[in-house]
């Protein structure tokens, strides 16, 4: 079989899979509060959009992982490079991330929401607090790994601190950064949903649990299939940059 | 370990250096560069050291920089001015061969490709001294023999004194004025000197065709095997 036409398989194999579920659903065979059929949820998501509720959730969702994100990056590059320069940083430092890498960071959530209460801030400290733990350590561990041999090429064509610094350091970071920026963004989006399904009044995780706690699964479909469009969307934005960005690669 | 090696580069000479495994040649390029310093000893340069250049056995381009940007670094580092170190990139990048590939970046270059880059490199700063760490090691035998025949004619041209490392018995012999041999380390020293009779400027996949080539390959030989034999 050709690889060149996986894609038409794949699609076919959805298709047959949703038609199976709609007749499946019309014909009683499933039952609608547990399994409601690909129509129903397809009727929840044009209602979300029809009706317009849908714009505020998303801007509370994306505005909430966005600013996670990017302070996550620039905190997580930051703490990095300090970290792998200075000594005492790493000793004081390394335990606390090692920490907070070991545990499901998403169980502060309950704290961040103690902390700044329901509204934005405590997605934002959610989406942040997973973003900068993941950068810290690309960063720190890479920093670390600088190969060599750059550096003493650089050293013996005349280069001070300075020169290394942009020529050698700063490349090299952002090479793992962005190598690391999908696994951040969906991070980042994990973090802002999470925050807003445990106490919100806006956002996808909030539409979320609003459905939970009505029983509508069609509704929780929806948002389920909606957060997948928009990550997947994101990740195809952060692959399109970072392939730009590392073309040499 | 290295101990008591005590040579000269002339001006305007090429001198081959070979010994056996760990007995310091690389150390003693290292020191003669500066990025290692002599426990004991000193390293007299009658050249600046911005004058000294070397190249080692991996090309160590820096991956995210064309091969042009790679070989104008050498120069903006030393304060000459971007627009001119472009130039002077292009220019050495042609005479090695690469003109049209200057936009590549490293990893879109053959090996044989990358070495010339770092060539270009290193000879756009004007060296007065080239150190060459078995720079041409991990080339096959033919982008090899005609990198080795490019370097001589370039070093001649520029009137380049160079001080190679090398485990290849042919090469040095086909490249050099003299050979040093080292002895087996630890406390490697400087066991022989031995001049190669053959005329410069030469081409050095000729130079394997004179009459003198092979007598003086078996010595160094010899030589070398002996030490090779004498591990501690």
Same mark, same amino acid.
């Given at each position: 079989?050709?690889?060149?036409?996986?894609?038409?398989?794949?699609?076919?194999?959805?298709?047959?899979?949703?038609? &199976?579920?709609?007749?499946?659903?019309?014909?009683?065979?499933? =039952?609608?509060?547990?399994?409601?059929?690909?129509?129903?949820?397809? !009727?929840?998501?044009?209602?979300?959009?029809?009706?317009?509720?849908?714009?505020?959730?998303?801007? !509370?969702?994306?505005?909430?992982?966005?600013?996670?994100?990017?302070?996550?990056?620039?905190?997580?590059?930051?703490?990095? +490079?300090?970290?792998? @320069?200075?000594?005492?940083?790493?000793?004081?430092?390394?335990? +606390?991330?090692? @920490?907070? =890498?070991?545990?499901?960071?998403?169980?502060?959530?309950?704290?961040?929401?103690?902390?700044?209460?329901?509204?934005?801030?405590?997605?934002?400290?959610?989406?942040?607090?997973?973003?900068?733990?993941?950068?810290?350590?690309?960063?720190?561990?890479?920093?670390?790994?600088?190969?060599?041999?750059?550096?003493?090429?650089?050293?013996?064509?005349?280069?001070?601190?300075?020169?290394?610094?942009?020529?050698?350091?700063?490349?090299?970071? &952002?090479?793992?950064?962005?190598?690391?920026?999908?696994? !951040?963004?969906?991070? &980042?989006?994990?973090?802002?949903?999470?925050?807003?399904?445990?106490?919100?009044?806006?956002?996808?995780?909030?539409? @979320?649990?609003?459905?939970?706690?009505?029983? =509508?699964?069609?509704?929780?479909?929806?948002? +389920?299939?909606?957060?997948?469009? +928009?990550?997947?969307?994101?990740?195809?934005?952060?692959?399109?940059?970072?392939?730009?960005?590392?073309?040499?690669? | 370990?290295?101990?008591?090696?005590?040579?000269?580069?002339?001006?305007?000479?090429?001198?081959?250096?070979?010994?056996?495994?760990?007995?310091?040649?690389?150390?003693?390029?290292?020191?003669?560069?500066?990025?290692?310093?002599?426990?004991?000893?000193?390293?007299?340069?009658?050249?600046?050291?911005?004058?000294?250049?070397?190249?080692?056995?991996?090309?160590?381009?820096?991956?995210?920089?064309?091969?042009?940007?790679?070989?104008?670094?050498?120069?903006?580092?030393?304060?000459?001015?971007?627009? %001119?170190?472009?130039?002077?990139?292009?220019?050495?990048?042609?005479?090695?061969?690469?003109?049209?590939?200057?936009?590549?970046?490293?990893?879109?270059?053959?090996?044989?490709?990358?070495?010339?880059?770092?060539?270009?490199?290193?000879?756009?700063?004007?060296?007065?001294?080239?150190?060459?760490?078995?720079?041409?090691?991990?080339?096959?035998?033919?982008?090899?023999?005609?990198?080795?025949?490019?370097?001589?004619?370039?070093?001649?041209?520029?009137?380049?004194?160079?001080?190679?490392?090398?485990?290849?018995?042919?090469?040095?012999?086909?490249?050099?004025?003299?050979?040093?041999?080292?002895? %087996?380390?630890?406390?490697?020293?400087?066991?022989?000197?031995?001049?190669?009779?053959?005329?410069?400027?030469?081409?050095?996949?000729?130079?394997?065709?004179?009459?003198?080539?092979?007598?003086?390959?078996?010595?160094?030989?010899?030589?070398?095997?002996?030490?090779?034999?004498?591990?501690?």
């Amino acid at each position: 079989m050709s690889a060149r036409y996986a894609w038409a398989r794949q699609l076919a194999a959805l298709a047959i899979f949703v038609a &199976a579920w709609e007749t499946a659903g019309r014909a009683g065979l499933l =039952n609608p509060i547990y399994a409601p059929s690909p129509g129903q949820i397809g !009727a929840a998501l044009v209602d979300l959009f029809g009706s317009g509720r849908i714009w505020t959730h998303l801007e !509370a969702t994306f505005t909430a992982a966005l600013l996670g994100l990017a302070l996550g990056i620039v905190a997580g590059i930051v703490l990095g +490079v300090f970290g792998a @320069l200075i000594p005492l940083v790493a000793e004081l430092l390394e335990p +606390v991330m090692t @920490l907070l =890498n070991a545990i499901p960071r998403v169980i502060l959530a309950p704290l961040f929401v103690i902390w700044l209460g329901i509204g934005i801030a405590s997605k934002v400290a959610l989406a942040f607090i997973l973003v900068a733990v993941l950068i810290f350590f690309t960063v720190f561990t890479g920093i670390r790994q600088v190969d060599r041999r750059l550096v003493e090429r650089v050293v013996t064509l005349g280069g001070g601190r300075w020169a290394l610094v942009r020529h050698v350091y700063l490349p090299s970071v &952002a090479a793992w950064v962005l190598g690391g920026l999908k696994v !951040a963004v969906g991070f &980042a989006f994990t973090g802002a949903v999470v925050g807003e399904f445990v106490a919100a009044s806006r956002g996808l995780g909030y539409l @979320l649990s609003f459905a939970q706690s009505t029983f =509508n699964s069609a509704l929780m479909m929806a948002i +389920v299939l909606l957060i997948m469009v +928009v990550v997947l969307v994101i990740f195809a934005l952060a692959g399109r940059l970072e392939k730009y960005l590392l073309r040499w690669n | 370990m290295l101990e008591g090696a005590s040579l000269a580069v002339g001006d305007g000479q090429f001198v081959g250096l070979v010994g056996p495994s760990g007995s310091g040649k690389s150390s003693l390029l290292r020191a003669v560069i500066g990025l290692q310093q002599p426990l004991k000893g000193t390293v007299e340069r009658e050249v600046a050291p911005s004058d000294v250049a070397i190249l080692f056995q991996d090309d160590a381009l820096l991956p995210w920089k064309t091969a042009r940007d790679n070989v104008a670094l050498g120069l903006t580092l030393n304060d000459v001015p971007r627009a %001119q170190a472009l130039a002077q990139a292009d220019l050495w990048l042609e005479r090695l061969g690469l003109a049209g590939f200057g936009h590549r970046f490293p990893r879109h270059l053959s090996g044989g490709q990358r070495k010339r880059v770092a060539l270009a490199q290193v000879l756009a700063r004007g060296p007065k001294l080239l150190l060459m760490d078995e720079p041409f090691a991990s080339l096959d035998a033919i982008v090899r023999a005609r990198i080795i025949q490019d370097v001589a004619a370039l070093v001649d041209r520029e009137r380049i004194s160079v001080l190679l490392v090398t485990h290849d018995l042919e090469e040095a012999i086909s490249l050099s004025d003299h050979i040093y041999l080292l002895s %087996q380390g630890p406390r490697a020293h400087v066991t022989r000197d031995y001049p190669t009779p053959l005329p410069r400027p030469r081409d050095p996949v000729r130079a394997r065709m004179h009459a003198a080539f092979a007598p003086l390959y078996e010595k160094i030989w010899n030589d070398l095997s002996r030490e090779v034999d004498r591990r501690p």
